[in-house]
């Protein structure tokens, strides 16, 4: 029998966009929710407990509701919100991060998606940070520029409201206190707490995050080439990956940093640009708010819970 998927929250943008990665797909079955009742309590919680997979698109607090609902031992659980990313018990979705992710959530009962922002100042840290190129104490600084389908259905009508007069640009998080912020530290395996600065384009979809690196302060001032092959080895041969890295290069720029460009696909691009005299370098990671951000990688681990 094909497993049942019930995605809670299916008529937000998450849900829509997994719904939408899996309508052609025959090897599973989908538990759709009538419209009128996806917030009727006693509805989710049946179709909560006949699912083999439910996928949770939904806010914090809904979120914890609907895995309160789960009285069975069967029912797993991929959560889009930023509720159990670091919890106990919770696997952290981003496959990619480590040679055994993709097992352990392969294993899991519960796994939280990541959120869209830290994935890809994770991805290029973390692998920094295990190499002993950047001590873990280094004062992080993330930045980047997202997509306004960042921000869910809310944010997608009023910038569609806006229309031309839609701010193209704005910056938010200013009192750094970001709710990714833990997520990010926990797997990027900082020791402080990094300063995160994103900011909005008037563009639906697509991102990149970047985090610049003073390296005089490091005891060892790693080569520009050093950050790239630590980060070109960490993620080769990962098979069924979606993390690449881009040659090593130093354009003054370049169209690859454009947000927009791996829309409505599960890749995520990883570059490093440096400049060795002046012990400076910056790490960039490119990806889709809406692929690798959030319903791509919400398929991706299903796909590893299934054994797809
Ligand atoms: N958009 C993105 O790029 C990313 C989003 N996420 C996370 O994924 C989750 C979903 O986000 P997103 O799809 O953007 O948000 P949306 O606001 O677009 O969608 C959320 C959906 O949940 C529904 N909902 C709200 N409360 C309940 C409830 N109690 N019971 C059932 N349904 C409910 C909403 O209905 P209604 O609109 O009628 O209230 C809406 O359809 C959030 O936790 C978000 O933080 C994670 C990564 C990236
Ligand atoms: C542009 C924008 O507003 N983006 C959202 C992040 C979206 C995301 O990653 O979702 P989670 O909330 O589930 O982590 C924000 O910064 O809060």
Not at 95 to 103: G, L, R, T
Request: glycine share 8%; proline share 6%; with cysteine.
């Amino acid at each position: 029998m094909a497993p049942k998927i019930f995605i809670d929250g299916e008529a937000g943008t998450t849900g829509l966009q997994i719904r939408e990665r899996l309508a052609t797909r025959r090897d599973i079955e989908i538990l759709s929710i009538p419209a009128e009742s996806r917030k009727d309590k006693a509805v989710r919680a049946e179709l909560l407990n006949a699912a083999d997979i439910a996928i949770l698109c939904l806010p914090d607090e809904a979120a914890k509701e609907s895995v309160s609902l789960i009285s069975n031992d069967t029912t797993r659980v991929i959560d889009a919100s930023t509720a159990y990313r670091v919890a106990e018990g919770w696997a952290y979705g981003f496959p990619e991060m480590s040679k055994d992710q993709a097992d352990v959530i392969a294993k899991a009962k519960r796994v939280a998606n990541p959120g869209c922002w830290p994935q890809g100042a994770i991805a290029t840290l973390r692998p920094l940070v295990e190499a002993g190129l950047v001590a873990a104490d280094y004062p992080v600084t993330v930045h980047g520029i997202s997509g306004y389908s960042g921000g869910g259905r809310s944010m997608i009508e009023d910038y569609q409201a806006k229309g031309e007069d839609a701010p193209e640009y704005m910056p938010y998080g200013l009192t750094f206190n970001h709710k990714h912020l833990p997520e990010l530290k926990a797997y990027a395996k900082l020791s402080r707490v990094p300063l995160f600065q994103p900011i909005v384009g008037n563009f639906a979809q697509g991102m990149v995050v970047s985090v610049p690196l003073q390296l005089s302060v490091l005891p060892t001032i790693p080569k520009g080439a050093e950050l790239h092959a630590a980060i070109a080895d960490y993620y080769a041969g990962r098979k069924g990956g979606f993390v690449e890295v881009a040659p090593f290069d130093n354009p003054e720029r370049t169209p690859e940093l454009n947000p927009e460009i791996y829309n409505n696909t599960n890749r995520m691009r990883l570059h490093v640009f440096a400049n060795d005299d002046k012990a400076q370098a910056m790490l960039v990671a490119v990806y889709d708010n809406l692929g690798k951000g959030a319903s791509g990688a919400a398929v991706q681990n299903m796909d590893l819970m299934l054994g797809a």
